[in-house]
């Protein structure tokens, strides 16, 4: 079946320094990639999306990048805080995004130093 | 935003009995709704989607028998887990696309069985 694969599981940076999370995916029908955050036992929260037709996409300190012909796409996180700390996750809609359906990465957990 | 509301929150059960869990669109009406399940430390595997007055559709893998889903109205969809095992401890959480741009999923805060 299709899937998303997300590198790396775990990170950890210095406050103030930048993060870079990637994600590969298998559906080349994928024309949606959304970015969630999620901290511990509550529900994931949508940080950023790239449509297919876009390459890359920032929110002030949130930025998205996705290259269509390798089916990468990253997320970049300048000037980090500790309230970035928490599970993010990426996602892929499975087949066009008219059906809703999202296959997710495995996540990676940010750790931000003070 | 759109908000979705899910309930309960928590639940911990003895082996055997049934679990119902609702979601509900708050602000919106979702003639689709997305379930998923989440181990700890895991990903969120999508379990099932929930169409509104038809039946739900279910991953490859899941028990549908296992796992009753209802879609009774535009604004809510029910999972009900029944007779729960130890091993169907996970956290659930539902997820809705909002109106407009209708790729954007909305998640409910999630429910977090304990099957004892």
């Known amino acids: 079946g299709e899937n998303v694969e997300q590198h790396p599981s775990t990170l950890s940076v210095q406050e103030g320094d930048s993060a870079v999370i990637k994600c590969t995916y298998s559906?080349?029908?994928?024309?949606?990639f959304p970015w969630y955050k999620q901290e511990l036992g509550k529900r994931p929260q949508l940080i950023i999306d790239?449509?297919?037709?876009?390459g890359e996409k920032k929110d002030q300190r949130i930025a998205v990048t996705l290259n269509k012909t390798a089916k990468h796409f990253s997320l970049h996180i300048t000037e980090t805080q500790p309230e970035d700390s928490a599970v993010y996750f990426c996602?892929?809609?499975?087949?066009?995004?008219?059906?809703?359906?999202?296959?997710f990465g495995q996540g990676t957990t940010l750790q931000v130093k003070p | 935003g759109a908000v979705v509301s899910q309930h309960p929150s928590r639940v911990i059960c003895k082996s055997g009995t049934s679990v119902k869990i609702e979601c509900r669109s708050l602000?919106?009406?979702?003639?689709?709704m997305f379930w998923y399940r989440q181990f700890p430390k895991q990903s969120l595997m999508l379990m099932a989607t929930?169409?509104?007055?038809?039946?739900?559709?279910?991953e490859q893998g899941v028990e549908k028998d296992k796992f009753l889903i209802n879609h009774a109205s535009l604004t809510l969809s029910t999972l009900t887990v029944t007779s729960a095992h130890p091993e169907d401890s996970s956290f659930y959480i539902c997820?809705?696309?909002?109106?407009?741009?209708?790729?954007?999923?909305?998640f409910g805060s999630g429910t977090q069985l304990s099957v004892l």
């Open positions: 997820s809705a696309p909002g109106t407009g741009a209708h790729e954007k999923l909305f």
């Open positions: 559906d080349s029908a994928s024309n949606y």
């Open positions: 790239i449509r297919s037709n876009v």
């Open positions: 996602a892929a809609s499975l087949g066009s995004s008219n059906t809703g359906k999202l296959i």
């Open positions: 602000d919106f009406q979702a003639t689709t």
């Open positions: 929930s169409n509104e007055g038809s039946k739900a559709t279910y």
